[in-house]
């Protein structure tokens, strides 16, 4: 599975904004449902390459990859998940790259990237998020310098 990430819009055809249903119409069922601890209240559905977050109105909001995505996630023609510089070319794509928590975000693109600036032998990771749903962690980034 070939995805192109579009900001703020979503990897299509998964588009911020579909339902659980019509997110399993592309995918089929997950692996597994789960109620959403780590974010905003809703459910994730964990299928066996991604996670989709869902908010309490079955609206997607944010899609997870990590080590055990076997297809490619573009932008711009790069593979951002396993391209060397993709680190070095996003953060001058977004501008304004900052740390919160461990994770390198890319507010102006809508991307959270862990693993890239690290030594951990858990892999890189990539959350494609929709407008505002980091907002309020704004006020606690601190910028990244490479």
């Not at 911020?16 to 789960?34: D, H, N, Y």
């Not at 996630?73 to 998940?81: A, E, P, Q, S, V």
């Not at 977004?94 to 919160?100: L, R």
Request: glycine share 10%; charged share 20%.
């Amino acid at each position: 599975m070939t995805l192109n990430f579009e900001p703020y819009i979503g990897a299509p055809p998964l588009r911020f904004g579909i339902t659980t249903k019509e997110a399993s119409a592309i995918l089929g069922e997950p692996g597994s449902v789960q109620i959403n601890t780590a974010g905003p209240a809703g459910r994730e559905f964990t299928f066996d390459e991604m996670r989709l977050a869902f908010d309490t109105n079955d609206h997607l909001y944010q899609i997870g990859f990590d080590k055990n995505f076997t297809g490619t996630l573009l932008y711009n023609g790069t593979d951002i998940l396993r391209h060397s510089e993709a680190l070095k070319l996003l953060s001058e794509i977004d501008g304004k790259p900052c740390v919160w928590v461990g994770f390198i975000m890319l507010m102006n693109l809508g991307l959270r990237l862990g693993g890239y600036h690290e030594e951990a032998d858990e892999g890189r990771t990539v959350s494609i998020f929709n407008r505002g749903r980091y907002d309020s962690k704004i006020s606690r980034l601190t910028p990244f310098v490479m």
